[in-house]
């Protein structure tokens, strides 16, 4: 089973900053790697799928890079709406085990 | 635009069944561009991956889960279903009924997502 390690658990960071999340899986998972931010109460909601390619309606400071082993996950200037938690998530073995990293809060 | 809405009882006691139904709307269960998917989120916690279940009716299971998990479909409901044997109250989570895309050029992402069910297990 593929593992994945989020860092760090929590970022601490105002309005206007960059954050910088990562994710590590502990095999390579070539570029089938996801993003999803989860704000509280709600159900998570798709940013970032394979890799870097941003899903339908996401602005454009959020970005994603990374392939086999390490990911990251940019957000270019925090807005207040952006402060979540953001999960990544791979499906990269046949037949098919999901499974999620532990998440990363971005709080003020 | 395709929805999905989660429904069923909010309390089941231990060892016995958790039953949740997905009804799909705005597109079709018989869609081959999706896996229609189970996740739960313990409160406080992570998320966790139960299985799928795809239009052509082939499953796959959570290994850690897959000898209590059936994930079924109903497509003259338009409806996916997940039934979860023997629970505890490690079982205590939100539901969330998800549709994965997995149609080209996307290899696999978590695009819908229900709105989430509480169940709780307690006697």
């Known amino acids: 089973e593929i593992v994945l390690t989020q860092s760090p658990a929590t970022l601490s960071l105002s309005p206007g900053e960059r954050a910088t999340l990562s994710c590590r899986a502990s095999q390579s998972v070539s570029g089938y790697l996801t993003w999803y931010q989860q704000k509280p109460g709600q159900a998570p909601r798709l940013l970032i799928y394979d890799a870097s390619n941003r899903a339908t309606g996401i602005p454009a400071r959020f970005s994603g890079s990374g392939s086999g082993t390490d990911f990251t996950l940019t957000i270019s200037s925090l807005e207040p709406e952006d402060f979540a938690v953001y999960y990544c998530h791979q499906r990269a073995s046949w037949p098919p085990i999901f499974t999620f990293g532990p998440g990363t809060k971005v709080d003020i | 635009q395709v929805q999905l809405q989660e429904s069923g009882p909010g309390l089941v006691k231990p060892s016995e069944t958790l039953s949740l139904t997905c009804t799909v709307s705005?597109?079709?269960?018989?869609?081959?561009?999706?896996?229609w998917t189970w996740i739960r989120q313990p409160a406080g916690k992570g998320l966790e991956w139960i299985g799928y279940?795809?239009?052509?009716?082939?499953?796959n299971y959570n290994p850690s889960l897959k000898s209590r998990v059936t994930i079924s479909v109903d497509t003259s409901k338009n409806q996916f279903s997940l039934k979860l044997t023997s629970v505890t109250a490690a079982d205590t989570a939100v539901y969330y009924c998800v549709g994965d895309l997995i149609a080209a050029p996307v290899h696999d992402a978590f695009d819908i997502w229900g709105q989430g069910t509480m169940v709780t297990v307690s006697s």
């Open positions: 279940i795809y239009y052509s009716g082939s499953t």
């Open positions: 705005g597109g079709s269960v018989s869609s081959d561009s999706y896996y």
